[in-house]
């Protein structure tokens, strides 16, 4: 474990474990600082953090739970990181802190990649990784999806309504194809253009609510709602949006109320 200081971001590797599954939590949670600015890995306390933890890194589901580390994974993990963050450079006004945690999670190894992330407070990335094939690629999107979150106002850790929600990811997604062309996530293609605007019109009694359940529904496909619906609507909502833009300004994107987003598309 180690932290490595940079002019844009500062990292904070958890990634070199030897614990098994049970045991990595508590030693990661050990040994988070308390940071000036953020608190713990941003959260007031660590118990909280435990909590969270817990959910993205094990696998309550599934028995044979894996994990690698290797040096040279964690020396490729420190470059990417360096690359993807200069992309960014000019959209970036403090500095941001990313934290980099082993994930025994079978559904990301299946389905993202090897690698998820979550945005904990302004400025605050989790970054949590399985290396298996094709991680590399999936570390690079993620940091930029999440980044787009971490400079935002408006995301706190997923305190917000669904439709804020729906636009906050659908702004990362496009953000994250502004800087990565060409590699359109596999989440924002989960139902049809048409689909999505017909899911829209029947969540408008819902968009204004927090609502925990529904929310993971509508995202992660735990009740009615496809897997990735949530994400494949808000891409499409912000693709609404952005057509309407005469010019792009991504700094004052990234940073705009979604409420007034949401707003402006109900209206056209």
């Keep these: 474990m180690g932290k490595d200081n940079n002019e844009i971001f500062e990292l904070h590797n958890y990634l070199n474990t030897n614990s098994s599954s049970e045991l990595v939590v508590e030693e990661i949670v050990k040994n988070i600082p308390d940071l000036e600015d953020i608190g713990f890995a941003g959260c007031l306390e660590k118990d909280w953090l435990k909590t969270l933890l817990k959910g993205f890194i094990l696998d309550k589901n599934s028995d044979n739970q894996h994990y690698s580390y290797n040096p040279e994974y964690e020396k490729k993990v420190r470059e990417i990181c360096e690359e993807t963050l200069k992309q960014c450079k000019g959209y970036i006004n403090k500095k941001i802190h990313i934290f980099l945690f082993p994930t025994f999670s079978k559904f990301v190894i299946e389905k993202m990649g090897g690698v998820n992330g979550f945005s904990s407070w302004h400025g605050t990335l989790w970054i949590f990784v399985n290396f298996v094939r094709g991680w ?11 980044l787009a979150h ?18 906050l990811d659908g702004i990362a997604e496009h953000f994250k ?19 999505a605007w ?11 609510i927090k609502d925990f359940n ?3 529904e509508l995202f992660y496909g735990t009740g009615k709602y496809p897997l990735w619906a949530g994400y494949t609507i808000g891409y499409y909502l912000v693709k609404e949006y952005l057509k309407k833009q005469r010019y792009i300004d991504w700094n004052g994107l990234l940073r705009k109320n979604p409420k007034d987003i949401l707003k402006e598309i109900e209206h056209q």
């Design 150 to 167: 971490a400079v935002s106002p408006f995301y706190k850790g997923g305190d917000f309504v669904i439709g804020y929600g729906l636009i």
């Design 214 to 216: 529904k929310y993971n």
């Design 177 to 195: 194809d502004y800087i990565i062309p060409n590699k359109r996530s596999s989440w924002t293609q989960a139902i049809s253009e048409k689909k």
């Design 198 to 208: 017909e899911m829209f019109r029947e969540l408008k009694d819902s968009l204004t």
């Design 136 to 146: 590399e690629d999936s570390l690079k999107e993620t940091i930029v999806h999440e």
